[in-house]
C-alpha cells in the first residue's frame, strides 16, 4: 500500500527507514515545509498532493503540534484515506471530530505511537476492553519527568540542571513546561481513559500538578521515609463519570513503578479478571515512535477497521471519592494545611485522607501564593 508521509523529522525518518525494507508499504510521497533534496522525487510541499492522489491508501501524521495537523488529518480522511498519527494534542483535543469522520468516511483512524511512543499500550488496552472490563490505568506516561525524577533521586543535582540535559538529549517537548507542568500526560491520559472506558473526558477537565517546584530537600525527606516519587497518571473507573488525575506521586520504594530508570515508561491497567498489565519501554524516540506508527499501517493491510473503541459517552471528571494523604511544602500554610496536617517532614507535611480534588485545586490555587510550592500524593 502507497503512503503519504506528512513531517519528515525524527520520527519521519524513522519510519521512512522500517518502510525502506518492506515491499507491502511503500512511502511514495512526504510532505515537507521546505526543500529537502535528500528526499529526491518524494517530497511535495502542498497536502493536495497527497489527498487528491488516488494511489495513496494511508497518510501518516508526524508533524506535531495542533495546527495544520488537525485540517491535514481532517482533509486525509474526508479523502478517504486511513489516517496514522503519533500526534496526542490533536488526537486529545477533537477525539470525536475525528472518530465521526473516520467513520463517516469508511476509514480507520490509528493514534498508537500517540501514547506510550513505542509500547504497544492502545493496542493491548484495545484487546483487553475485547474480554474483560478495565478498572484502572495510568503510570508513568512522560519520559522527561521520569528522567529528571530519577537523576534527582540518584544524587543530588538542580533541577535547571537535569532538565537542560533532558532537552540535550532530545526527551523533553519543544516547550518543556508541557512535560514539567503535566499538561503531555494529561493529553496521553485523556486518550486512554477515553478509549478503557468508551468515555469522551475533556483533557482540560483532569486536574494535575507538576513536579516544576521539586527540590533536592523534598527527595531527601521522602527517600529518609522509604518512597520514591513519580510523575503518576491515575484514571479509574467511578460511581459517576471517571476519576481522573496527574500528580507527583510517593511510592514505596519496592513498588515496580519506583525502578522505573532514565527516561523509560511504565503503563498499567487492570482487568476485573485478568488483574495488572504493565508496559515497560521508550516512550518517545526515532525508531520506538516509528515502530508503533508503521505497525499501525500493517495493522490496516490486515483489514484493521475503525478506532480503538465504538462507543464514547460524554462522562465528567470525577475525583471527589478518590482521597489519600499527602505531603506538601509551602512557606505559607494556611488554615487548610494546617487542619490537615498531621506529621512533619523536614521542609514539609503530611496530612490526613483529603480527596484528590480538594487538594489538586487547593495545590494549583495555593501555588499563587507560594509558586515554589510542592504537593505529591501519597499512595
Ligand atoms: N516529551 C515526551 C516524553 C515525548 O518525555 O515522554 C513523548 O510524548
Given at each position: 500500500m502507497?503512503?503519504?508521509?506528512?513531517?519528515?523529522?525524527?520520527v519521519?525518518?524513522?519510519?521512512?527507514?522500517?518502510?525502506?525494507?518492506?515491499?507491502d508499504?511503500?512511502?511514495?510521497?512526504?510532505?515537507?515545509?521546505?526543500e529537502?533534496?535528500?528526499?529526491?522525487?518524494?517530497?511535495v510541499?502542498?497536502?493536495?498532493?497527497?489527498?487528491?492522489?488516488?494511489?495513496?491508501?494511508?497518510?501518516?501524521?508526524?508533524?506535531?503540534?495542533?495546527?495544520?495537523?488537525?485540517?491535514?488529518?481532517?482533509?486525509?480522511?474526508?479523502?478517504?484515506?486511513?489516517?496514522?498519527?503519533?500526534?496526542?494534542?490533536?488526537?486529545?483535543?477533537?477525539?470525536?471530530?475525528?472518530?465521526?469522520?473516520?467513520?463517516?468516511?469508511g476509514?480507520?483512524?490509528?493514534?498508537?505511537?500517540?501514547?506510550?511512543?513505542?509500547?504497544?499500550?492502545?493496542t493491548?488496552?484495545?484487546?483487553?476492553?475485547?474480554?474483560?472490563?478495565?478498572?484502572?490505568?495510568g503510570?508513568?506516561?512522560?519520559?522527561?519527568?521520569?528522567?529528571?525524577?530519577?537523576?534527582?533521586?540518584?544524587?543530588?543535582?538542580?533541577?535547571?540542571?537535569?532538565?537542560?540535559?533532558?532537552?540535550?538529549?532530545?526527551?523533553?517537548?519543544?516547550?518543556?513546561?508541557?512535560?514539567?507542568d503535566g499538561?503531555?500526560?494529561?493529553?496521553?491520559?485523556?486518550?486512554?481513559?477515553?478509549i478503557?472506558?468508551?468515555?469522551?473526558?475533556?483533557?482540560?477537565?483532569?486536574?494535575?500538578f507538576?513536579?516544576r517546584?521539586?527540590?533536592?530537600?523534598?527527595?531527601?525527606?521522602?527517600?529518609?521515609?522509604?518512597?520514591?516519587?513519580?510523575?503518576?497518571?491515575?484514571?479509574?473507573?467511578?460511581?459517576?463519570?471517571?476519576?481522573?488525575?496527574?500528580?507527583?506521586?510517593?511510592?514505596?520504594?519496592?513498588?515496580?513503578?519506583?525502578?522505573?530508570?532514565?527516561?523509560?515508561?511504565?503503563?498499567?491497567?487492570?482487568?476485573?479478571?485478568?488483574?495488572?498489565?504493565?508496559?515497560?519501554g521508550?516512550?518517545?524516540?526515532?525508531?520506538?515512535?516509528?515502530?508503533?506508527?508503521?505497525?499501525?499501517c500493517?495493522?490496516?493491510?490486515?483489514?484493521?477497521?475503525?478506532?480503538?473503541?465504538?462507543?464514547?459517552?460524554?462522562?465528567?471528571?470525577?475525583?471527589?471519592?478518590?482521597?489519600?494523604?499527602y505531603?506538601?511544602?509551602?512557606?505559607?500554610?494556611?488554615?487548610?494545611?494546617?487542619?490537615?496536617?498531621?506529621?512533619?517532614?523536614?521542609?514539609?507535611?503530611?496530612?490526613?485522607?483529603?480527596?484528590?480534588?480538594?487538594?489538586?485545586?487547593?495545590?494549583?490555587?495555593?501555588?499563587?501564593?507560594?509558586?515554589?510550592?510542592?504537593?505529591?500524593?501519597?499512595?
Amino acid at each position: 500500500m502507497s503512503i503519504g508521509l506528512l513531517g519528515c523529522g525524527v520520527v519521519g525518518g524513522g519510519i521512512l527507514d522500517f518502510c525502506a525494507e518492506r515491499t507491502d508499504l511503500t512511502v511514495t510521497k512526504v510532505l515537507v515545509r521546505r526543500e529537502r533534496p535528500e528526499l529526491g522525487g518524494l517530497a511535495v510541499t502542498d497536502i493536495s498532493a497527497i489527498t487528491d492522489d488516488p494511489t495513496i491508501g494511508i497518510v501518516i501524521e508526524v508533524m506535531g503540534g495542533l495546527h495544520p495537523a488537525y485540517e491535514y488529518i481532517c482533509a486525509a480522511l474526508g479523502a478517504g484515506k486511513h489516517v496514522v498519527t503519533a500526534n496526542k494534542a490533536v488526537i486529545s483535543a477533537f477525539y470525536p471530530e475525528l472518530v465521526k469522520l473516520a467513520s463517516e468516511n469508511g476509514v480507520t483512524l490509528r493514534c498508537t505511537a500517540a501514547v506510550g511512543g513505542g509500547i504497544p499500550w492502545l493496542t493491548n488496552l484495545e484487546r483487553c476492553k475485547r474480554l474483560d472490563a478495565i478498572t484502572e490505568l495510568g503510570g508513568i506516561m512522560n519520559g522527561t519527568t521520569n528522567f529528571i525524577m530519577d537523576a534527582m533521586h540518584a544524587a543530588p543535582v538542580s533541577f535547571p540542571d537535569i532538565l537542560k540535559q533532558a532537552q540535550e538529549l532530545g526527551y523533553a517537548e519543544a516547550d518543556p513546561s508541557a512535560d514539567i507542568d503535566g499538561d503531555d500526560v494529561r493529553r496521553k491520559l485523556t486518550i486512554s481513559a477515553n478509549i478503557a472506558f468508551d468515555a469522551l473526558l475533556r483533557e482540560e477537565d483532569i486536574p494535575m500538578f507538576g513536579i516544576r517546584t521539586v527540590t533536592d530537600g523534598d527527595i531527601k525527606a521522602f527517600k529518609a521515609h522509604g518512597f520514591v516519587c513519580k510523575l503518576l497518571a491515575t484514571a479509574k473507573a467511578a460511581e459517576e463519570g471517571v476519576c481522573a488525575y496527574i500528580e507527583p506521586t510517593l511510592i514505596d520504594s519496592h513498588e515496580l513503578e519506583a525502578a522505573v530508570p532514565k527516561n523509560f515508561n511504565l503503563i498499567t491497567y487492570c482487568g476485573e479478571k485478568i488483574g495488572r498489565h504493565s508496559f515497560f519501554g521508550q516512550g518517545a524516540g526515532r525508531y520506538p515512535t516509528a515502530f508503533n506508527a508503521v505497525g499501525d499501517c500493517l495493522d490496516i493491510l490486515a483489514g484493521k477497521v475503525g478506532f480503538y473503541t465504538g462507543t464514547m459517552t460524554p462522562a465528567a471528571v470525577s475525583n471527589s471519592a478518590e482521597a489519600h494523604p499527602y505531603y506538601v511544602r509551602t512557606a505559607c500554610p494556611d488554615e487548610f494545611l494546617r487542619s490537615v496536617t498531621v506529621e512533619r517532614w523536614g521542609e514539609g507535611v503530611i496530612t490526613s485522607c483529603v480527596s484528590v480534588e480538594e487538594m489538586l485545586r487547593w495545590g494549583r490555587a495555593h501555588l499563587k501564593k507560594d509558586p515554589a510550592c510542592f504537593v505529591a500524593g501519597i499512595r
